[in-house]
């Protein structure tokens, strides 16, 4: 059932799901598929916030469907199904139209032994793509039969995954694993409390390694993957509470921060919102479509 702060109350017509794969070969590189699909009338913002993420996500709509993604820095716009790649950086997206979005969410550095061609991994990057070009394995009739998934995806949950789990698998088997990307896989592994500082002697290598390895298969720092994976864990927190209900001295103390200035700062370098700003806007995806269970 998909709860949404608020608008659940008022009966928010959006649809919307996450479900983990099914299948482990698929599930070793995926950790969910999601749906969220909305009308018209519905009560939402036009303009949603991404915070920062570390995983790539395909994204399957429409081929009629615009897409909007903005930054400080960039603006890209197309239509029908795209890549999104791990990003550092604050995208705002254009929802004032209904949307139909089915999307597969790859664990973090899983994208880093699949042959992506023509389309290169890279940071900060969306790309339009032809689903069939991934799909290929399969025959014509699955490969185009898009819009079919979409009605499964809002009607057959279980129907749905199973179908992504079969389309995924022949490209996922593919997938080639080296030794960085199987060091960066024990490195998140590590509980948040182990100190970079440290990680290296933990794993049974050099940091200057580590940080290769990262840098190699996420695209990103290891000091940048801890601080995107802290504010994700922290705003998924915040998004379950209204604003009245939110303790800023405790919520501080148990995600780490030294006291609640410390909390105030971080959060207005990294989404540009104190925490009563955030708390009062609630402009982040996780916060309008809000969370599964």
Not at 8 to 33: L, Q, T
Not at 81 to 97: G, Q
Not at 146 to 171: H, K, M, N, R
Not at 204 to 229: A, D, W, Y
Request: aromatic letters at 10%.
């Amino acid at each position: 059932m998909l709860r949404r702060r608020g608008l659940y109350a008022k009966g928010y017509r959006m649809k919307g799901w996450v479900i983990p794969p099914k299948n482990d070969i698929v599930s070793h590189f995926v950790e969910c598929y999601w749906f969220i699909k909305t009308h018209k009338d519905d009560d939402g913002i036009d303009h949603p916030k991404l915070n920062p993420d570390t995983c790539g996500h395909l994204i399957i709509t429409p081929k009629s469907q615009a897409y909007d993604y903005r930054s400080e820095a960039t603006t890209t716009q197309g239509k029908g199904s795209h890549w999104l790649f791990p990003y550092n950086k604050t995208y705002t997206m254009d929802h004032s139209e209904p949307m139909t979005l089915l999307g597969v969410k790859f664990h973090a550095g899983a994208l880093y032994g699949l042959n992506l061609a023509p389309t290169a991994l890279q940071i900060n990057d969306i790309a339009q793509v032809d689903v069939s070009d991934i799909f290929k394995p399969l025959s014509q009739n699955k490969i185009c039969n898009i819009e079919g998934l979409l009605s499964a995806a809002e009607f057959q949950q279980t129907e749905c995954t199973a179908q992504l789990d079969e389309l995924l698998l022949p490209w996922l088997q593919t997938a080639k694993e080296d030794k960085h990307s199987a060091l960066v896989k024990k490195a998140l592994a590590l509980p948040q409390a182990v100190a970079i500082s440290n990680m290296g002697e933990q794993l049974h290598c050099s940091q200057r390694t580590l940080e290769r390895s990262f840098l190699r298969v996420i695209g990103m720092t290891l000091k940048q993957c801890q601080s995107i994976n802290k504010l994700d864990n922290l705003l998924t927190y915040l998004s379950k509470y209204q604003q009245n209900e939110i303790d800023w001295s405790d919520v501080a103390l148990q995600f780490g921060f030294s006291d609640q200035p410390h909390l105030i700062r971080y959060l207005k370098n990294t989404i540009g919102n104190t925490p009563g700003e955030y708390a009062k806007q609630r402009e982040f995806v996780i916060d309008i479509y809000g969370y599964f269970e």
